[in-house]
């Protein structure tokens, strides 16, 4: 596989987890662009976002991404890099971009640690606001959405994105 498979979402809906899972199944690489930020920085995600300001973190990110030069990975974005046309556009030509739709309920019981995740919020913004602003944008950018509201067994997800991935290289 030359193409890699893109994993964006909001934080909390398991692009983490179910890309190093994916990653295994495939026999692939795995790659977190949030992990790449903090080594770049040499700091926590939360600290690089308090540090440069809400605009600045976004650009630090879309930089992040554009900067990847990556075949045959599987990759999971930071939730906000959705925010960058430019971004998305260079992720949609290194391969699938897949989003892992999950409903706000869902996010609202995994994110157990909103203040200390890094999220790219506006003062005064709540997580259902954001959440509310960035789903159309990962609607639009993804090539496949995927349910990720399943708990307990990720296998579902797996299969569901698998498969997804397989029918449009056919296509293509």
């Not at 890094?118 to 639009?140: K, N, V």
Request: charged residues 25%; contains cysteine.
């Amino acid at each position: 596989m030359e193409k890699n498979i893109i994993l964006i979402g909001m934080a909390a809906a398991g692009k983490s987890t179910i890309g190093k899972q994916l990653a295994d199944r495939l026999d692939l690489p795995f790659v977190d662009t949030d992990l790449l930020m903090e080594a770049w920085w040499g700091a926590p995600l939360q600290s690089i976002r308090d540090f440069l300001g809400l605009e600045a973190f976004l650009r630090a990110e879309a930089e992040q991404v554009l900067r990847l030069r990556l075949s045959g990975c599987v990759i999971a974005t930071g939730g906000s890099v959705v925010y960058s046309e430019e971004a998305m556009a260079r992720l949609r030509e290194m391969g699938s971009v897949v989003y892992l739709r999950s409903s706000f309920e869902t996010i609202a019981r995994r994110l157990k640690n909103p203040l200390s995740r890094g999220l790219a919020m506006r003062p005064g913004q709540s997580i259902r606001d954001l959440y509310d602003e960035r789903a159309p944008l990962y609607s639009r950018y993804a090539h496949l959405t995927v349910d990720a509201d399943t708990d307990g067994e990720p296998e579902e997800i797996l299969s569901a994105i698998i498969h997804a991935v397989s029918l449009r290289e056919e296509s293509s």
